[in-house]
């Protein structure tokens, strides 16, 4: 079972940021935080990952929590082409480790 | 950027008939490779972790003389869909990391199968 819980779907202006909520109440001390997304009938692309520290990159910045029991994915100014679903998900660094996708957040970012 | 290429992005087979579908990783050596199954409107899930040279290792539930994965080289690996049924009919997506996967795993366009 996935170890996130995400809000099913949100919306957002374009132009806007989007802030994405997800939690992670029991992610363990080695577990890193991921987010993927994956627009309609492509495969998930990533977007940006961390362990403690917040994270930022060209697509999106992460906000971990002290405690680290949740975080927030920020697209700062998001556009039509960002509406897709969004998956946070909590894994070890260590090779060969899957990848668990749980529903995910559908963003609608309308005009 | 790591670059995974997934080959075919659309087929069509007969109900029976084997279909092989194939992940490469292009411009890095993937020591593992994942593949997901994925029906319209849910998740990714995840059906079994490939490593060069060595067995599959299958999620369970996922029946692995049906999914047949071969990961003969650090840049291929296949998935054959034997004697497909219309309930294979699904988005199947592979990913490919190289080693600790510091910039997360990078995943292919995906295969949509229908069998008919």
């Known amino acids: 079972d996935a170890k996130t819980t995400q809000p099913p779907s949100m919306d957002c202006a374009e132009g806007r940021a989007a802030n994405l909520p997800c939690n992670h109440s029991?992610?363990?001390?080695?577990?890193?935080v991921y987010w993927y997304r994956q627009i309609h009938s492509q495969g998930p692309q990533y977007i940006i990952h961390?362990?403690?520290n917040n994270e930022t990159n060209e697509m999106a910045s992460l906000i971990i929590t002290e405690d680290r029991k949740s975080s927030t994915l920020i697209l700062p100014h998001a556009t039509l082409r960002d509406t897709a679903v969004y998956y946070c998900?909590?894994?070890?660094?260590?090779?060969?480790?899957?990848?668990?996708f749980g529903k995910g957040t559908t963003l609608s970012v309308s005009s | 950027g790591a670059v995974v290429s997934q080959h075919p992005s659309r087929v069509i087979c007969k109900s029976g008939t084997s279909v092989k579908i194939e992940c490469r990783s292009l411009?890095?050596?993937?020591?593992?490779m994942f593949w997901y199954r994925q029906f319209p409107k849910q998740s990714l899930m995840l059906m079994a972790t490939?490593?060069?040279?060595?067995?599959?290792?299958?999620e369970q539930g996922v029946e692995k003389d049906k999914f047949l994965i071969n990961h003969a080289s650090l840049t291929l690996s296949t998935l054959t869909v034997t004697s497909a049924h219309p309930e294979d009919s699904s988005f199947y997506i592979c990913?490919?990391?190289?080693?600790?996967?510091?910039?997360?795993?990078?995943f292919g366009s995906g295969t949509r199968l229908t069998v008919v």
């Open positions: 990913s490919a990391g190289e080693g600790a996967h510091s910039y997360g795993y990078t």
């Open positions: 029991t992610i363990s001390g080695n577990e890193y």
């Open positions: 961390g362990l403690k």
């Open positions: 998900i909590v894994m070890s660094n260590q090779a060969g480790t899957a990848l668990i």
């Open positions: 411009d890095f050596q993937a020591t593992t």
């Open positions: 490939s490593n060069e040279g060595s067995k599959a290792t299958y």
